[in-house]
């Protein structure tokens, strides 16, 4: 389908191994990404970058790649114009805790450390980047996300969920046991935060039909997206974690790239143009 504006995943999507632009799945040197997006500019196609970074983060990326805004926080924050512009979505979090920040509620509450104290050595913090955050706690580890949910509901805390953002590589800087060392990216944040409902919001705000969206992601969370655009796609390193196979299977509107990261993000960007 040919869009007019596509929302991207940034790690392990749009760029490869450890952040890089410039190399595919597998360490080699590649100029494929860096040849779709101009591709994008030239054909004049806006582009948004979608991130669990933090703001700062995704505004200084959207300068990098020349992108017309940004979502960072995994949806919690939509912002444009070089990040001068900015609107925060806080989901379901509790009409009491309006005007506070979910990080300050749930340091406040002290949800973290008793959820990590409850999986020793399988979550933590994800140090250093977790300092910068205000809609989300930033995890990292190997937990399930759906028994954590169960764990928060039993607690009166049902109001927030753990959701999956990928894969990890391994690094000496985790203090995890051995079971944990299959890390992943977690965010622990208010339900109805999301980053569809983000991209739902910023295609409103410019008056774009969602038909003529396009997003590209690779990872559970991602999947959220694909109801509020017209196609979702998915590179092959995220089809390939286990489990996905079954999520995508209840997504109408998604398709898988035949390579992974950011030569699969230059297949999608094509097939968008």
Not at 55 to 66: K, N, P, Y
Not at 100 to 127: F, I
Not at 247 to 264: F, H, I, K, Q
Request: with cysteine; net charge negative.
């Amino acid at each position: 389908m040919a869009a007019r504006i596509v929302y991207t995943d940034l790690d392990g999507t749009m760029v490869g191994p450890r952040g890089s632009f410039w190399h595919a799945a597998d360490g080699s040197p590649t100029a494929e990404p860096a040849a779709a997006l101009l591709e994008l500019h030239t054909a004049g196609v806006a582009l948004v970058i979608v991130s669990g970074r933090t703001a700062d983060q995704v505004t200084e990326a959207g300068r990098i790649f020349a992108a017309d805004g940004a979502i960072a926080e995994l949806g919690s924050l939509v912002t444009w114009k070089g990040g001068r512009e900015r609107h925060g979505l806080t989901g379901e979090l509790p009409e009491e805790y309006a005007g506070r920040t979910p990080m300050d509620v749930m340091a406040e509450l002290g949800v973290v450390d008793a959820l990590c104290a409850a999986h020793p050595g399988r979550l933590e913090w994800h140090a250093p980047w977790h300092t910068t955050h205000d809609g989300d706690a930033l995890l990292r580890g190997f937990v399930d996300p759906l028994a954590v949910d169960a764990w928060l509901a039993e607690r009166g805390l049902g109001w927030l969920t753990l959701k999956d953002n990928g894969a990890i590589p391994a690094s000496a800087r985790l203090r995890l046991a051995p079971e944990g060392q299959l890390a992943r990216v977690y965010h622990l944040m208010p339900r109805g935060i999301s980053k569809g409902a983000a991209i739902a919001w910023d295609l409103e705000r410019r008056g774009v039909d969602p038909a003529d969206a396009v997003a590209i992601g690779d990872s559970a969370s991602d999947l959220e997206m694909a109801p509020a655009v017209g196609r979702l796609w998915i590179t092959a390193n995220g089809a390939e974690v286990e489990g996905m196979a079954g999520l995508l299977g209840a997504v109408p509107n998604v398709s898988v790239t035949d390579e992974p990261m950011g030569v699969g993000w230059a297949q999608a960007v094509r097939a968008s143009l």
